[in-house]
T-cell receptor, first 112, second 114 residues
Framework: QKEVEQDPGPLSVPEGAIVSLNCTYSNSAFQYFMWYRQYSRKGPELLMYTYSSGNKEDGRFTAQVDKSSKYISLFIRDSQPSDSATYLC????????????FGQGTELSVKP | DTGVSQDPRHKITKRGQNVTFRCDPI?????LYWYRQTLGQGPEFLTYFQNEAQLEKSRLLSDRFSAERPKGSFSTLEIQRTEQGDSAMYLC????????????FGPGTRLTVT
């Protein structure tokens, strides 16, 4: 079993929809949780990171962490065609170096 | 705005040949990471440096792989005697040592071994 599980999709939504992307993890020692966006044939782009349980908002994006359930989410409001990309969750344990553990990525398509 | 750069962007090589990739991190970042990503998967950690010191290597980094960061600035990743299974995107990232949660990735080098 992988340490971080993410539904690969693909997920297709109409423009303006609210998108929910999710990851589950098995290692309760994970402390930091990141969301990256990756366009086709490009490197991942850091969207947000969170440390504690709860919500963190940045524009149309909200990251949610529930450590008791080992579950994290990224919500995208008013989705746009330019949001079409693969979304990767990542996490790590702070005092164990800088190794990020990534999920498989969810492919999102926002249709005009 | 100078982000992380990687060179070359694409490399096609024959099985058995050696290849070398270069990564130039964000200038003030003292940590540099290498990851590998295959199609449909998330990146997998290979190794990382703090300044010129290589602090951790993954089990994925076989003896055919070697990475260096000689002056604590740019880094090179060499693969000797390439195999078809080495075909992947090789990603470099950098961060400040005190902000490891903010790793910024380069565009990657796509390696195809024929």
């Amino acid at each position: 079993q992988k340490e971080v599980e993410q539904d690969p999709g693909p997920l297709s939504v109409p423009e303006g929809a609210i998108v929910s992307l999710n990851c589950t993890y098995s290692n309760s020692a994970f402390q930091y949780f990141m969301w990256y966006r990756q366009y086709s044939r490009k490197g991942p782009e850091l969207l947000m990171y969170t440390y504690s349980s709860g919500n963190k908002e940045d524009g149309r994006f909200t990251a949610q962490v529930d450590k008791s359930s080992k579950y994290i989410s990224l919500f995208i409001r008013d989705s746009q065609p330019s949001d079409s990309a693969t979304y990767l969750c990542a996490m790590f344990i702070y005092n164990q170096g800088g190794k990020l553990i990534f999920g498989q990525g969810t492919e999102l398509s926002v249709k005009p | 705005d100078t982000g992380v750069s990687q060179d070359p962007r694409h490399k096609i090589t024959k099985r058995g040949q050696n290849v070398t990739f270069r990564c130039d991190p964000i200038s003030e970042h003292n940590r540099l990471y290498w990851y590998r990503q295959t199609l449909g998967q998330g990146p997998e950690f290979l190794t990382y440096f703090q300044n010129e010191a290589q602090l951790e290597k993954s089990r994925l980094l076989s003896d055919r792989f070697s990475a260096e960061r000689p002056k604590g600035s740019f880094s090179t990743l060499e693969i000797q005697r390439t195999e078809q299974g080495d075909s992947a995107m090789y990603l470099c990232a950098s961060s400040l040592a005190g902000a490891v949660y903010e790793q910024y990735f380069g565009p990657g080098t796509r390696l195809t071994v024929t």
